[in-house]
């Protein structure tokens, strides 16, 4: 019992010295509640050393983005998480106790209709405002830049965006930028924006994103850039209101934005080990067409016998390569959904089967991809002329490559 009040008193003057001192945003104590015991959630996102379920509260507090943590009192492990650990996948680990922030502040979210870049054919934008996670809205399969925007109606300094994924196609809520605005962002180019966070990855079900130190606005945008299908089955914003004369702090931040650039592997010659069937040619990877639908027969397979297969793109030039963006196929999901796994993407300076080509990894995508569109930067710089994807078992199978880079 003195043990936690220790704990608490130390806490109380970290916080109170913090901001004292500090000539940034203040520092907030975020409450937490006890989700699951004797079980690890997988990827955390950091480990710290102490032996105090306090500590490990506020460590996860001053760690931007982080959500939930998993605490060891005995081995003194204090694992953080940026995403809501409740809903990931867990090992047996006794003597582990999982715990969640709490999203402090009211849900408020309007009932205002929420503007979009299009509108799919599942249920219309307010569906996910509806307090119902089973209706979800989705955006068009045709809209590769998309957005949901939200009028709160007032300002509001906010600290928690909760959305609730879907569950066929969760991967489809990937590298998603959460903004937050002024004034209307759709109505000129008036309005800066505010970053409350941008999200690599996601969980099934509740998935909570935390606005950094608190982000002050009255739009809030949520989109995806260079891909479709984004969905939102209920989308809550907590937050408490400003008072124009108070003195609340409007810390700015800002996404992560893709780099653009014109796609330089577009109808390029392409290769591949083998085939599925003539009509799923190499060249359908770079026609221009992403759609994910194997019957309109705009995609490359492989053969089901070729056990190593790969496929390749020559750029026709030497490029600094500054994106790879892969579409995946997304019909029957069940069945197809895991032929795309595992991928490796390589550059190569000159022709790959010449002894004197050098080549370097640019990235490697573990696990499987998803029946989504998925963008990737180079872990570090590569540069080259040809562009090889790999993966270690049968049917290589992608509706579209695209590639930016810069000349060299």
Not at 94 to 104: H, L, W, Y
Not at 300 to 305: S, Y
Not at 318 to 329: E, K, L, P
């Amino acid at each position: 019992m003195f043990s936690q009040f220790q704990d608490l008193l130390t806490v109380f003057l970290i916080l109170y010295l913090m901001n004292k001192f500090s000539c940034s945003c203040p520092v907030y104590w975020m409450g937490y509640t006890h989700v699951l015991d004797d079980v690890l959630p997988n990827t955390a996102n950091k480990m710290v050393s102490t032996n105090s379920k306090i500590a490990c509260m506020l460590a996860c507090t001053n760690e931007p983005q982080c959500v939930a943590v998993a605490f060891h009192k005995q081995r003194k492990e204090c694992h953080l998480y940026t995403r809501n650990a409740k809903e990931l996948t867990t090992d047996p680990d006794p003597g582990m106790a999982v715990f969640v922030m709490i999203t402090d502040g009211s849900n408020v979210a309007s009932l205002n209709s929420p503007s979009t870049s299009s509108v799919g054919v599942i249920q219309p934008p307010r569906a996910a405002l509806d307090n119902d996670n089973n209706t979800c809205f989705q955006t068009d399969q045709y809209d590769y830049q998309p957005w949901f925007l939200l009028d709160l109606m007032d300002t509001f300094l906010i600290r928690f965006i909760v959305v609730y994924n879907e569950a066929e196609y969760p991967e489809r809520l990937h590298d998603v930028n959460y903004e937050v605005y002024d004034a209307d962002p759709t109505i000129g180019n008036f309005s800066e924006a505010n970053c409350c966070a941008s999200v690599v990855d996601y969980t099934t079900g509740k998935n909570i994103i935390r606005c950094n130190k608190g982000v002050q606005g009255r739009f809030v945008k949520i989109s995806i850039e260079k891909s479709n299908f984004l969905t939102l089955c209920e989308v809550e914003i907590y937050g408490t209101l400003v008072n124009g004369t108070s003195d609340t702090c409007n810390q700015r931040y800002e996404c992560n934005k893709l780099p653009g650039g014109d796609n330089i592997a577009l109808g390029k010659p392409t290769e591949q080990t083998s085939f599925l069937h003539a009509v799923y040619s190499s060249s359908k990877a770079v026609d221009g067409n992403r759609n994910g639908m194997m019957s309109v027969a705009s995609c490359q397979a492989t053969a089901a016998d070729d056990y190593n297969p790969w496929w390749q793109v020559d750029l026709a030039s030497t490029y600094d390569i500054t994106s790879i963006t892969i579409s995946n196929r997304y019909d029957d999901k069940s069945y197809y959904g895991t032929w795309l796994s595992n991928v490796s993407v390589i550059v190569y300076n000159s022709y790959p089967t010449l002894s004197t080509t050098t080549s370097k990894l640019c990235v490697f995508i573990p696990g499987v991809f998803g029946g989504t569109v998925r963008t990737f930067k180079c872990d570090e710089k590569t540069v080259g002329r040809f562009i090889k994807i790999t993966k270690p078992t049968e049917y290589l199978n992608m509706c579209e490559v695209e590639v930016t880079g810069i000349q060299q």
